[in-house]
C-alpha cells in the first residue's frame, strides 16, 4: 500500500490516479469529509490527519510499502510558523515514518530550492549539481522546500531510501494558482506579454509529474538523490494565451510589458504587501513576472536516463482542457 499525502491537490490526484491505472492500492491523507469524497472517487482509500501533527502519523498504516509526499502549502499568504509547520515539519514526519516502515519515500520538492534568480539562467543548463543561489527570508515557500529538502536527506545518511522530485511550474486541471488568474485576466479583456511570447516557460503538467513519482517507485534506481521534473514539451506565453482564448466569450488582446520595468514593479508590490502584511508570506511576483517572460533553464535528463521518465502530455489540447476545467469549475 502507497500512502500518498497532499492527495486532494493539484498533483496529489494526479498521481491517486496513475496509482489507481496502475492498480496501486493506496491510502490518501486527508483533513476533512470532502476530501475523503474526493480521494475514494480516485479509488484511494482515506486516511484523516493532518501532516503537521505527530499523531497523524501514529496510525498503524498497514501493509504500507511506500510514501509520496506531495502534500505542501504554495501561495497561500500565511505566516512562516505555519509554511514550516506543513512543509518542513510534514516532511519530516513523513520521512520518519518511511524510515521507521523501512519504506521508500518519494518528496515532491520543488526548482524553487534552487533560488528564484536560476530562472536567469541560460536554457536548460540548470542539473541537480547547481550551486544554490541565495532565498530571500520572506520567501516562504522556497525557504521551506529546501529545508524539506535538507530533512529528507539527513535521514537518507541513517538507511531511508529517498528521492526528491524539482518541477516547476504545474497546471493541470486541478489548477487553483497559474491558470485561474490568467483567465480571470482575460475576461477582463487583456493579458499582460512579457517579452516576446515565443520563449519556452518553465511550466509542467500535473500528469508529467505524476508519471515521475509512478516512475520513481517502479525502477527503484533514483534513492538518494534529486531530479529536476521539468520540460516535459515546450509551452510558450503565446500558447497559454491561445488556449485561454478558447473558453473566453470576449476578444482578448495582449498588452506588450517590458521585462526589467515589470521586474521593478512587482519587487515594489512585493514591498508594499510586506508592509501591510509584515508576517504574511507576500507571494513571489517577482517570480511570476520571471516565469511569464519565458526561459526554461532546468535540465531533466536525469530523470529521463535514471528513472526512465517518459512524459506523455500534449500541452496544446491539455492547456485547453484545464482551462475548461478550471472554467466550468468556476460556473458550478
Same mark, same amino acid.
Given at each position: ?53 505527530? !499523531?497523524? *502519523? ?21 505566516? *512562516? $510558523? ?9 516532511? %519530516?514526519?513523513? +520521512? ?23 530562472? $536567469? ?21 522556497? #525557504?521551506?522546500? #529546501? &529545508? ?7 535521514? +537518507? ?7 526528491? &522530485? ?12 497559474? =491558470? ?6 482575460? %475576461? ?32 527503484? %534506481?533514483?534513492?538518494?538523490? !534529486? ?23 470576449? /476578444? ?5 510589458? /517590458? ?13 508594499? =504587501? ?5 508576517? #504574511? ?8 513576472? %520571471? ?19 517518459? /512524459? ?14 478550471? +472554467? ?5
Amino acid at each position: 500500500m502507497i500512502l500518498v499525502t497532499g492527495g486532494t491537490g493539484l498533483v496529489g490526484q494526479e498521481i491517486l490516479r496513475h496509482l489507481a491505472d496502475a492498480g496501486v492500492p493506496m491510502t490518501a491523507l486527508v483533513r476533512s469529509a470532502e476530501g475523503e469524497t474526493l480521494v475514494r472517487g480516485l479509488g484511494a482509500e482515506a486516511a484523516r490527519g493532518v501532516v503537521e501533527d505527530a !499523531a497523524t *502519523w501514529q496510525q498503524p498504516f498497514t501493509g504500507l510499502s511506500g510514501i509520496v509526499h506531495a502534500a505542501a502549502i504554495v501561495a497561500e499568504p500565511v505566516s *512562516w $510558523d505555519r509554511f514550516e509547520a506543513v512543509n518542513v515539519q510534514g516532511t %519530516r514526519f513523513a +520521512a520518519d515514518t518511511a524510515l521507521e516502515h523501512g519504506v521508500p519515500l518519494v518528496h515532491i520538492s520543488s526548482v524553487a530550492v534552487y533560488g528564484r534568480r536560476a530562472a $536567469d539562467d541560460e536554457p536548460y543548463s540548470i542539473t541537480e549539481e547547481y550551486h544554490r543561489g541565495r532565498i530571500e527570508e520572506r520567501d516562504y515557500y522556497a #525557504r521551506s522546500k #529546501r &529545508l524539506a529538502e535538507q530533512a529528507v536527506f539527513d535521514r +537518507a545518511a541513517h538507511g531511508l531510501q529517498v528521492c526528491a &522530485l524539482r518541477p516547476c511550474v504545474v497546471y493541470g486541471p486541478g489548477d487553483r494558482l497559474l =491558470l485561474p488568474s490568467l483567465l480571470r485576466l482575460a %475576461r477582463r479583456g487583456w493579458l499582460p506579454k512579457i517579452g516576446s511570447g515565443t520563449v519556452p516557460m518553465a511550466l509542467v503538467h500535473a500528469t508529467s509529474v505524476a508519471q515521475a513519482a509512478l516512475a520513481a517507485i517502479r525502477s527503484g %534506481r533514483g534513492w538518494g538523490r !534529486a531530479f529536476n521534473v521539468t520540460g516535459d514539451a515546450p509551452v510558450t506565453a503565446n500558447d497559454l494565451f491561445q488556449a485561454v482564448q478558447t473558453v473566453v466569450e470576449r /476578444p482578448v488582446r495582449t498588452v506588450p510589458v /517590458p521585462a526589467g520595468p515589470a521586474l521593478v514593479l512587482a519587487r515594489a508590490a512585493e514591498f508594499g =504587501l510586506r508592509i501591510a502584511g509584515p508576517r #504574511r508570506y507576500p507571494g513571489s511576483l517577482q517570480g511570476a513576472v %520571471r516565469f511569464l517572460r519565458g526561459g526554461d533553464p532546468y535540465n531533466a535528463d536525469a530523470a529521463r536516463e535514471v528513472l526512465g521518465w517518459r /512524459p506523455t502530455v500534449n500541452h496544446r489540447t491539455a492547456l485547453v482542457e484545464a482551462f475548461q476545467a478550471i +472554467a466550468a469549475r468556476e460556473a458550478a
